[in-house]
């Protein structure tokens, strides 16, 4: 059995897993990404393994739109990141 601590839990126990940040990607044909900036390095894409979107919660003051893409880097490196269609901004799914 686990021992009360006593301790009270609060809103500073929760945090969000896998949260998106901002990231600088350069678009090509169609909106594609053909490069993105990871640790201030662009680095160039190799291939789109996969593509899909998101249209959610129509019906709040702020929906979703977003494009995704799993991509492979030409360094060996395969990472996720989408577009919010709204914003028109990046970002890298974090992981």
Known sequence: MVKNTGEKNGARAIRALNEPGLVDVREGKENRPVAVRIDKTWMSVASIQD??????????????????????LKEGITTIVFKDLLSEKWFRQAG
């Open 51 to 72: 593509m899909w979107r998101i249209d959610d919660e129509w019906w709040r003051p702020e929906s979703i739109s977003r494009l995704y893409f799993i991509l492979s």
